[in-house]
T-cell receptor, first 112, second 111 residues
């Protein structure tokens, strides 16, 4: 079966721009989470959606937002990009609570 | 401050040797997961442990969850170069809650 698909794989943006990243979970998975991974901070939780509702949110500024559609696909948006937003953004889906997560390959965002 | 502390941060060993990675916290977790990540890819789930004192074995990998559900360890027997990667532990406080990741242990197995 298809895994978690994230698009695009690589992205270069300029400071001040905004960006939208997309995630298609494994078919049947209703929970989708987003994480930011940087060398300095490691993996940090952004938010989690379940059946189109944001169920959990991490400690990131309001410039980071997301949504989930009825088909469980999810998008995250970052507005007014800063250099520090350069990171690998990972999406993960899960079949149910306490099941492990399946991660996508991530979107490598570089802000210049 | 990391809620989950992994040690060591880096481990370099020869093929055939054993290794253990530790994941410690002062907090109780309802479940703990171990992942392995290779460069340019997302983490891949190795195991989920949910019961205090639980031990799970996957071929040469042995995972333990502490009795108090605050710590865990990953032991690899007779490591192979294919075991090279970043090992991450992640804990969930409650069902459906966000995962808190440890800082990771980078393992290098030299042939």
């Amino acid at each position: 079966k298809a895994g978690v698909t994230q698009t695009p794989r690589y992205l270069i943006k300029t400071r001040g721009q905004q960006v939208t990243l997309s995630c298609s979970p494994i078919s049947g998975h209703r929970s989708v989470s987003w994480y930011q991974q940087t060398p300095g901070q490691g993996l940090q939780f952004l938010f989690e959606y379940f059946s189109e509702t944001q169920r959990n949110k991490g400690n990131f500024p309001g410039r980071f937002s997301g949504r989930q559609f009825s088909n469980s696909r999810s998008e995250m948006n970052v507005s007014t990009l800063e250099l520090g937003d350069s990171a690998l953004y990972l999406c993960a889906s899960s079949l149910a609570d306490d099941y492990g997560y399946t991660f996508g390959s991530g979107t490598r965002l570089t802000v210049v | 401050t990391q809620l989950l502390e992994q040690s060591p941060q880096f481990l370099s060993i020869q093929e055939g040797e054993n290794l253990t990675v530790y994941c410690n916290s002062s907090s109780v977790f309802s479940s703990l997961q171990w992942y392995r990540q290779e460069p340019g890819e997302g983490p891949v789930l190795l195991v989920t442990v949910v019961t205090g004192g639980e031990v799970k074995k996957l071929k040469r990998l042995t995972f333990q969850f502490g009795d108090a559900r605050k710590d865990s360890s990953l032991h690899i027997t007779a490591a192979q170069p294919g075991d090279t990667g970043l090992y991450l532990c992640a804990g969930a406080r409650a069902a459906g809650n966000k995962l808190t990741f440890g800082g990771g242990t980078r393992v290098l197995v030299k042939p």
